[in-house]
Every structure is written in structure tokens, then in C-alpha cells.
């Protein structure tokens, strides 16, 4: 039909009726023109738009909708308010004393490192590798241990504490309060033949004595020794036969013990721990405790600590619980705990165990402090022999409720309490140590205390409703189970076998760890003192198969 010389669309623009007419539904180009000029739509002009515009129904329909417009924001503002203002809010963490939290490190000078200057030098090791920011000196002064090799080092005793301060440490000092060394000058003024013939001189009943003859051994931590000058016997430590029980029927002891405290107070230690008031003589140990912190606590603006031991257990030794808001942590004096460590390695040890921390609990809402080994105790290992327990009952002391008070040489495991360093690096752990037990000490404590890594159900106990304390029953007595919860936190369920033999138990229970409302059947461990868990290892719960000396922490 085309040809190259004319196009087909020129040809058909050419054609004449004849042509259309064969092709009915062939349009020609002036057709197709026109139909584009019919269908392309216009809109209005901008005077058209206005005259509408002012059209009273436009007028009223563009007032109803910006009403509306506001009305529905204002209406979203409102309710953004009240789902911040009705939502749940995070509850604030508590505010306890600075010595109810924290991780306190015990060590007897000439023990840890000699003198002050070698504690001094160690301090990065207790705060870095224990997480520790209080340490207690144990044999700091002469008037409380004058054979002590740190008699005469006060220098030494202020650079240690200037330095700790710098590094945001405390510094809190032991003083025994039942004895005092048969060295001291008190005791030779108490021991003369003067005194046998007239007891009322100045220093004549500082000390227990009795005639020769009319004495009887009573107490099985106290013994009798003759005193040829004064023809009497004094009372004596079994532990220590040098350390001579105080009288407080004398008013001299009394006041020497008083003086005492303020001279460590003058010299600005953050806190005392009195030993062992479980034994001091002719005087109730509450009221010990009561008129020493009534004499040197009391003041408003005072924030410095008081930890009390008694070797002899003594659930009653409460005198003194402030409550601040409902909860615990008002001040008062943090009363120690040793009794844990003597159920270890026994049969039906989980059951002892918890009947002494239920025994606790039930006596007072005031936050104690846990300790493994006192002061002049063979440690952990020494009693055991037995590194993995040494570890479960380190990571349980810490696990449990209160402040965990750590003395030197069980943290690292070893048998002697006088420790070896390396000279050339001040800052590691000990010659003398095992990383099993030190690294298990160092994944608990940095999540006892404040940091990234803090779990507040593990480290607060409030005593009120935010606090959430609960057994598991196991029905075995050699394995102890708890449940602990703060607030909203995430929970842990501590389980710990310090039996002889492995044990397996179900610790599945809806006073437990839960999982979408249901008692978890499954859970991660958090730490562990054997190596058989590794962190993060998922468990079943109904099932946890716990070698003997094995303590774990786990959460949902």
C-alpha cells in the first residue's frame, strides 16, 4: 500500500471517500486531532476557583475540617501524656549505706604483704581483680595487736589510706574487743603483787582474774593461766594463750575500748570491725554493740561503717536497725556470719546451710555480711583440701544475701593466708593462687556491685516488696536452692551442692525462675564454679546433675 517515496500515514491522510468507505475504522489525522481536543480535560481558572471558593458550604466544609484537624491532635498529644504519665515507671535503684554495698577484702598485714607499703601496693589487685573498694586491716596498730611488725609504721598506715582514698577505696580497721596481748602495758600494771593485795588499784581488774585454785574451765574457748606475780590466774584464749580476756565491770576496760575506737576515727578510717564480741566478759553483747555505736554513730552527717563478729552464733545480735523508706538500708551496724563454711563437705550440708540463712532471715530485716573465714581460722582450702569446694562456697558466700566479706588467701585458693607476689607486677593475683577459684570470685563479685555488669537481684535485698526471696524445694537435703528477684529485674536461682557425692535434683518450681508465666524448664548459666558449666550453658531444670563442690548462678 506504502511506497518509499510516501509513507503510509501521508498516504492515508490522503484518502478520498472511496477510500474510506473500504476502510470504515481508518481515521484520518485531522479526525484523530480533533478527538484529542474534545477528551483533553481543563481545569478550572483561578478566578473560577475563588468564586467557588467563597461559596458559603466551601467555606463551612474547610472550617469543619480544621476543627476536626485539631481536635484529633490535641486528642493524640492527650493521650501520649497519659500513657507516659499512667505507664510503669522503672523504679529507682536503692540507696543503701556505702558499707551495705560492697565487697569488703579482709587481710592481716604482715599476712598480705608484709607491711603497708606492700598493701599499698597491692590495692589494684583487691579493687581491679576482686572488685573490692573496701579493705579491712587486721593487726594495724599496737594498741590492738602490739606484737604486730606494723607497731611503729603510722607513716605507713597514713600513705596506705591517703592512697586508697585516691583510688575511691575505704579503709576500715579490726579491733578485738574481748582480749588485748598479755604484752601490752596495760596487763603488766594489771599482773604486779600490788595488786594481789589490793584489787582496787587503777589497772587491777582490767582483766578477768581469779584466785588460784578457785577456777574451772567453762567456756571451751578459754582457758586458765597462773600468774606468779600477782599469785592469781587471768582467762586466756585457747586460739591465742598471749591475748588476755578484758573485764568490763572495770570502767578502765571500758573506756580503753571506747578510746580505742576514737583513735582509729581521729586517724580517718571509714569504718572498725569490733572482734569477737560473742565472747567478751561480764558484759551482754548487745549492750557492746549498742553503746558503741550510740557513743561514735549517731551523728547525722557520720557515714563511717560498724562490722561486728562473734564467733558464737548468735541470731539475736540485733540492737540497733534504722528503716529508711520501708526498706533496710537505713544505718546500722552489719553483723558477720562465718557459720556457712562449717556445713560444707557434710552429709545433708544444703539443709544445715539454709536453716542457718532461714534462722538469719527470720530474726531481723537488717542487711548482714557473709564470711567464710575469720580472722586467725585456717582458710578454705587448708580445711578442705578441696579447690572446687573452696570455689562453690566462695561463689555461694557471695550469692547469698549481704555483704560479702572476703578474707585474704580464700579467693585465690590457697593454703596459707600469707600470701607470695611477684615483684615485678604488683597488680596480678598471687604467686600462691588458682585461677579456678579466683576467676569464679572475680565472675560473682563484678556482679555484686555497681557497674555494666551489676545484676541488682543479686545485689539488693531490701527486705520489702520489691524484694523477692524464696527456697526451692529439692528434696535433697544435701542441695541448696533459691530464687532471688529485685523489682522487675531479671532473677537468678542459685543451686549449690557442698555434699560429698554428686547430686541431681529438680529445681523446676513456680517460686523460681519462670518463663512466659510458667515455672523455665530450661536456664543459662551465668557463673559457675566448675568447669563442667560453661557461661551460657543451658541447663534443664528439671534435671541438674551438680558434681560435689559445685555452685552455679543462672537466669531465664
Given at each position: ?54 461559596q ?19 486528642a ?26 560492697v ?20 590495692l ?47 579503709v ?5 574487743v ?49 600468774n ?19 573485764n ?19 586517724r580517718?578510717?571509714?569504718?572498725i ?72 563437705n557434710?552429709e ?28 586467725g ?62 576467676n569464679?570470685?572475680?565472675a ?37 536452692a533459691?530464687?532471688?528477684k529485685w ?19 529438680n529445681v ?49
Amino acid at each position: 500500500m506504502g511506497s518509499p517515496e510516501k509513507p503510509i500515514d501521508v498516504e492515508m491522510g490522503d484518502m478520498n471517500d472511496e477510500t474510506k468507505q473500504l476502510n470504515p475504522d481508518v481515521k484520518t489525522d485531522s479526525e484523530l486531532k480533533e478527538e484529542d481536543k474534545e477528551e483533553r480535560f481543563t481545569g478550572l481558572k483561578k478566578e473560577e476557583l475563588m468564586e467557588i471558593a467563597n461559596q458559603p458550604h466551601w467555606v463551612r466544609a474547610r472550617w469543619a475540617l480544621f476543627i476536626i484537624f485539631w481536635i484529633i491532635w490535641v486528642a493524640m498529644l492527650a493521650g501520649a501524656i497519659f500513657i507516659v504519665v499512667t505507664a510503669p515507671k522503672c523504679k529507682p535503684e536503692p540507696t543503701p549505706q556505702w558499707y551495705q554495698d560492697v565487697v569488703v577484702y579482709e587481710a592481716k598485714v604482715d599476712e598480705f604483704a608484709q607491711n603497708f607499703k606492700g598493701m599499698e601496693d597491692h590495692l589494684d589487685y583487691v579493687s581491679k581483680s576482686l572488685f573490692s573498694k573496701a579493705v579491712m586491716v587486721a593487726g594495724a596498730g599496737k594498741e590492738s595487736d602490739p606484737a604486730a611488725v606494723t607497731n611503729n609504721d603510722d607513716a605507713g598506715f597514713e600513705s596506705l589510706v591517703k592512697t586508697a582514698n585516691e583510688k575511691e577505696m575505704k579503709v576500715m580497721v579490726d579491733i578485738p574487743v574481748d582480749t588485748l596481748s598479755t604484752m601490752h602495758d596495760n596487763f603488766a600494771q594489771s599482773a604486779t603483787a600490788a595488786c594481789a593485795s589490793d584489787a582496787s588499784g587503777m589497772y587491777c581488774n582490767f582483766f578477768v582474774w581469779k584466785a588460784n585454785g578457785s577456777t574451772s574451765n567453762t567456756d571451751d574457748y578459754a582457758e586458765w593461766v597462773y600468774n606468779p606475780d600477782r599469785m592469781a590466774n587471768y582467762k586466756v584464749s585457747k586460739d591465742s594463750p598471749n591475748r588476755a580476756f578484758l573485764n568490763y565491770e572495770s570502767p578502765k576496760a571500758w573506756e580503753f575500748v571506747k578510746m580505742l575506737v576514737k583513735s582509729w576515727f581521729d586517724r580517718k578510717v571509714d569504718g572498725i570491725q569490733i572482734r569477737d564480741v560473742g565472747h567478751v566478759q561480764n558484759i551482754e553483747p548487745n549492750k557492746l554493740v549498742k553503746d558503741i555505736w550510740e557513743k561514735f554513730y549517731t551523728n547525722e552527717t557520720s557515714n563511717e561503717a560498724l562490722f561486728v563478729y562473734s564467733s558464737s552464733p548468735n541470731p539475736e545480735l540485733n540492737p540497733v536497725m534504722l528503716d529508711v523508706n520501708n526498706t533496710n538500708t537505713g544505718k546500722s551496724p552489719m553483723i558477720l556470719s562465718d557459720h556457712l563454711s562449717s556445713h560444707a563437705n557434710l552429709e545433708a550440708a544444703g539443709k544445715m546451710m539454709r536453716d542457718a540463712i532461714e534462722g538469719w532471715r527470720n530474726s531481723t530485716r537488717q542487711i548482714g555480711a557473709n564470711l567464710l573465714t575469720p580472722l586467725g581460722g585456717s582458710l578454705v582450702e587448708t580445711r578442705f583440701s578441696n579447690t572446687s569446694m573452696g570455689a562453690a562456697l566462695n561463689l555461694l558466700s557471695i550469692s547469698i544475701p549481704g555483704v560479702p566479706v572476703i578474707r585474704s588467701g580464700d579467693e585465690v585458693g590457697a593454703s596459707s593466708p600469707v600470701l607470695t607476689w611477684e615483684a615485678s607486677d604488683p597488680d596480678s593475683a598471687p604467686v600462691n593462687s588458682s585461677n579456678v577459684v579466683l576467676n569464679t570470685v572475680t565472675a560473682a563479685t563484678v556482679r555484686k556491685v555497681e557497674g555494666i555488669q551489676a545484676m541488682q537481684s543479686l545485689r539488693y535485698d531490701t527486705r520489702n516488696e520489691d524484694t523477692k526471696f524464696s527456697f526451692i524445694d529439692t528434696d535433697n537435703n544435701n542441695v541448696i536452692a533459691f530464687h532471688r528477684k529485685w523489682d522487675t529485674k531479671p532473677s537468678v536461682l542459685v543451686v549449690s551442692n557442698l555434699s560429698p557425692s554428686a547430686q541431681t535434683v529438680n529445681v523446676v518450681s513456680s517460686s523460681g525462675l519462670m518463663d512466659k508465666k510458667k515455672p523455665a524448664k530450661k536456664a543459662k548459666v551465668v557463673v559457675s564454679s566448675s568447669a563442667a558449666f560453661g557461661d551460657g550453658k543451658l541447663v534443664e531444670l528439671d534435671k541438674v546433675n551438680l558434681p560435689s563442690g559445685t555452685t552455679l548462678i543462672l537466669g531465664a
